[in-house]
Structure formats: structure tokens, C-alpha cells
């Protein structure tokens, strides 16, 4: 249920309403610059960008006439206050497989990213997490690299595994 209506625009509220609409705005952007070959017809590599598009659009346009009459949020949802902490650890994970991705191969940055994601979650077991984040990251990179032959970064860990591979299949 909503509470009683706010005197003027939600400022949290505004600010996301505007970065949807931001969002869309790259998104059509980016969308109509992709190169279209006269091959074809009406339907062709721009039409599921734009939809996407559109539709992140018309949500953030809906989200910006909710935030300017007074928000979204119930009152129970704005009395709390937000973990700065978790979300400390989550960008930090972020940043670090932007960071560590090149240098130190898809895997490793999935890994750093995974172990700070479960710990901004309040996970205190960062070995299990590094695991099972291993195990998820090599599963996306055999997936991407041998199904449909897509380099998403590799490093150390990569390596190994396609020379483990070679070796098994050499025999």
C-alpha cells in the first residue's frame, strides 16, 4: 500500500526514472548505429536493440511520472536504510573484473567478482565462493569458447584447460 502522497518529486526515485531513461537513450543510440547490409529485409540486426530500447523507454517514461508524483516506494521501503557496505562489495567486484579481466583472463575476474558479490550477500565463506564461482566462470567460458567459438578472455586458468583438453582428446 502506498502512503499518503509526497509533496513534490521523489529524489531517489527521480534520479533512477532519469537513468532509465539515459539507458534508453544509449541503447536506441547505439542501436540505429549498427551497420544494416541491404541483404535485408524489414527484419535485421537493429530490431531486438531497438525494441529493447523502446521498451527501456517507455518504463523509464512510466518511472518518471511515478517519481514526479511523489514515487514508488512504500513508506515501510523508505524507512530503511540502505547497505552501503554490500554495495561497497558488489561494485568493488565490479570494478575489479573490469579491471582484471585482460590482464588476468575471464575465470579469474569472474572469481573476484563472484567472492565480492556473495560477500556483499554476507557470505563469510570466501574459499566455498571462489569455488563455486570457478566452477560457474569455467562453465560460461567452455560455453562461449567451444560452443560458439567466442574468445570472452582468456588468461592463466583458460590456458590450462585448453592444454588439459588438447591432451585428453590427443589420446
Excluded: H
Amino acid at each position: 500500500m502506498r502512503g499518503p502522497a509526497q509533496a513534490g518529486p521523489a529524489k531517489g526515485d527521480l534520479t533512477v526514472a532519469v537513468g532509465v531513461v539515459g539507458l534508453a537513450f544509449v541503447v536506441l543510440w547505439q542501436a540505429w548505429s549498427i551497420p544494416v547490409s541491404p541483404i535485408y529485409a524489414k527484419v535485421g540486426p537493429t530490431l531486438v536493440p531497438i525494441m529493447a530500447g523502446l521498451g527501456l523507454l517507455v518504463f523509464g517514461l512510466a518511472l518518471l511520472i511515478s517519481a514526479v508524483r511523489g514515487g514508488w516506494q512504500t513508506d515501510e521501503e523508505k524507512a530503511i536504510t540502505p547497505d552501503r557496505r554490500a554495495l561497497g562489495w558488489v561494485l568493488a567486484g565490479l570494478a575489479l573484473n573490469v579491471l582484471t579481466i585482460g590482464p588476468l583472463g575471464f575465470t579469474l575476474a569472474s572469481i573476484l567478482l563472484f567472492v565480492c558479490v556473495t560477500k556483499g550477500f554476507g557470505s563469510r565463506t570466501m574459499l566455498r565462493d571462489a569455488w563455486i564461482g570457478a566452477v560457474f566462470a569455467l562453465i560460461a567460458y567452455l560455453g562461449f569458447a567451444k560452443t560458439l567459438n567466442i574468445n570472452i578472455g582468456s588468461g592463466v586458468i583458460e590456458s590450462a584447460v585448453e592444454w588439459a583438453i588438447t591432451m585428453v582428446r590427443g589420446r
